[in-house]
């Protein structure tokens, strides 16, 4: 964690074994997944009830990029919170839920693919194993033989309908790959 772990008692007087145990814990979370920003954790004492005791509502903040996750274990759900300890570890197992969750969303994020660009070959020079192709916004894109996938250099004609990556070349825009679209090769 980037900040130091905050605890705090509501209702009670802390516990130097109940930090140890929200210690542990949060460093399982850090383990876990190394991108929490910051850890807050509140454990409160609700008054006395004749027949339960006291129950126990735990809260964790945690600040992770680009988001803030909050669980909240409400006594009244759960009866077996009237003991501090279970009442922490049922918090801490629903933020590991909810990190595992927010994980999984970054990195499907961070994996989704810009589609490719489409065109047009323009012409060809096979003598100097290069094209042009004109993009769908009307630039001339340059691309060379080796940027053509399955060996389809050859096959590529003033017309033929394609699908690039656009880099930035030593003389402009190049094409990085190139995929002739068609029957065979379907747009994707």
Do not use: W
Not at 1 to 14: G, S
Not at 144 to 156: I, M, P
């Amino acid at each position: 964690m980037k900040l130091p772990l905050q605890i705090t008692f509501r209702n009670m007087d802390p516990s130097d074994a109940m930090q140890v145990d929200v210690r542990e814990k949060a460093e399982k979370l850090d383990h876990f997944y190394d991108q929490i920003m910051s850890c807050r954790v509140m454990i409160e004492a609700h008054h006395k009830h004749h027949r339960d005791g006291n129950l126990y509502h735990v809260r964790i903040d945690l600040k992770v990029p680009d988001e803030e996750i909050v669980v909240s274990r409400e006594h009244d759900l759960h009866h077996s919170h009237a003991d501090a300890y279970v009442a922490i570890r049922d918090a801490f197992d629903a933020a590991r839920r909810q990190i595992e969750d927010y994980a999984r969303r970054r990195q499907q994020h961070v994996k989704t693919h810009e589609t490719p660009s489409h065109g047009f070959i323009s012409r060809m020079e096979r003598d100097l194993d290069h094209g042009f192709i004109t993009s769908s916004d009307g630039r001339e894109i340059y691309f060379n033989r080796n940027s053509v996938l399955e060996g389809d250099f050859d096959k590529l004609t003033s017309g033929t309908e394609v699908r690039f990556h656009e880099e930035r070349g030593e003389q402009g825009p190049q094409a990085s790959t190139v995929r002739r679209v068609g029957k065979h090769h379907p747009v994707g």
